[in-house]
């Protein structure tokens, strides 16, 4: 199994993360809000922090979630030439597990032995309750990125078991939620789902939360992983003529899908659920001729949208590092750079696992504009609340615009708590 993500096939992310040193001037200012310290005369002396990341870097779902881990190396890339934290660097031994279940078990077993303090990242859905069985083990805290987190990581608290991404159950209730605001008449609502349990599970909780609020019908369509053809999935949408289409797909999926939506008979709502999916990818699946009406939403902000310290301190980077748009991914992935270097710096003398465990459960930090509320994790809940957006695509300006304000959901689903 190749040891660095730096050895994995070249992407434009990947590209962006090895020139991390252009953001140098972008971090200053980030670091200076994020509430620890860094001590650059004393950095070399001091043992690194040692963290592992799990990362579908040349598999099926590459194109979803390896981009916010190339955002997150830029953070800690840029992080680690300012000094660090409390002096310390901040090591990643970075696995491409290719959302494969035994090799993440594997990996979890070899960055053990490698004395880590805690992994990041995960690859697909269908790899998390395997990776924190064996974490748990192994006595190492995990903390899942974005794009997406299963229900393990919510209250009742699991040790060792966090997650700052999008957790799919309740993304899947705020996907209910905005499908009757897209539709205020809609009685009928189909859901695509790749087979993997997190997929299925967030098309049952839209379905679930549709029903809850007046539609009659909803039904779930289903793909494997590595599907790219959906031809036959369009032709029953187009018979079935729901009022709007929802999904829990990756970025390859959506950019399969999508085409074929946009120029069938269906002529109804399409509301994509952004697990990392980007706003390029819909706009260039969606034909200007198109009937389709497309929305998006997600925890993160993405395109032209939000302000704030951190949305400018990404912005500075993007541009430095010539990354044309900002896209969730990147939002994500600086915001698991942030969580990460909060927690370590209340991690003060050796900080082993338990120690790091023990600094996650205190991390609270102002998401800066990424994103609709504070990053809040504590003993009792691992998650703490989240936010999400509704953005439309206009198909004559070609570009997503937002839609009221952000909706906050708490990590009990409570939708507004």
Known sequence: MQRMLSRLRTTPLAAVARRAALVGSALAAACALGGFSTVASAAEAAAPYRLGYLVDGSGPQQTTIKPAYDAFRVYIDALNKRGGVNGRQVEILSRDVRSDTQRSLDAVQELSREKVIGLLGLAATNTHASVYTA??????????????????????????AFGVGQELSLAGTIGGHFARQVSPKGKSTVCVAFEVPGS????????QQAKALGFEKATILTVPITQRDFRAIVDKIVAERPDVVTDCLGQGHVAALLPVLATSAYGGIFLSMDTGVDNATLRDATPAQSKLTVYSYGRFI???????AQVAALRDALKAAKVPELT???????????VVADALGRCTGECGPADFQKALEHV????????GTRIQLTQQDHYGPSAYRLYRFD???????????????????RIGG
């Open 135 to 160: 974490a748990r083990r192994a006595n190492l805290p995990v903390l899942a990125g974005y794009p997406v987190n299963i229900p393990l990581v919510l209250p009742p608290a699991r040790p060792g």
């Open 200 to 207: 299925i599970l967030s098309c049952e909780r839209i379905n």
């Open 302 to 308: 993405s395109g032209d949208d939000g302000s704030g």
């Open 328 to 338: 969730s991914s990147w939002a994500g992935g600086w915001t698991l750079g942030r």
């Open 364 to 371: 609270d930090i102002d998401a800066g504009g990424l994103t």
């Open 395 to 413: 198909n004559r300006t070609r570009a997503f615009a937002p839609v009221g304000d952000w909706l906050r959901i708490s990590s009990a689903g």
